[in-house]
């Protein structure tokens, strides 16, 4: 076993003439900030940036067509019960899906399935074990929110089942 190591005897340090350079240290750290602030101020100023438009004339620059950028459009969260469980678990958040109404076998009524809702994104899965005793199970989906509503009302109607974009 080596034998253990010991911290040398040293005399204690004495640092000489700390006051001033604390002071100057702060003197320093007030100018780089002013300075950091001044070029800031300068480059806005020289960009034309908002409220500068008044002080600094600019050229007309001739205009340039931009392409059609679709606006920004709110999503909403979308709970929706998917008549097979087993499809569900297949599923992860940040999934896509479509989403396909097919009508009740029960009310008699004939009709074709329809896509209801077309790359909703999933935000939610159920976790193993709560799914309903009839086999479905609830995904919350993200979606504007006319197709929530579409989807609310075809959840009532039809049943639902997804597949995978």
Known sequence: MPTPCGVPQ???LRVRGGKRRLCR???RRRRAPAAVLAMTAAALAATGAAGAD???PRPS???VRQ???PAAVPLVSAPVRIADAATVRLLRPGDRVDVIAAPHSMTGVAGEARVVASGARVA???RAGETRSDGGALVVLSVPRSTATALAGA???SQLAVTLC
Do not use: S
């Open 67 to 69: 392409p059609h950028r």
């Open 124 to 126: 939610e899965v159920p």
């Open 61 to 63: 620059a001739p205009a």
């Open 54 to 56: 008044d002080l600094v």
């Open 25 to 27: 240290a702060l003197r």
């Open 155 to 157: 959840g009532m109607t």
């Open 10 to 12: 040293f005399d204690p």
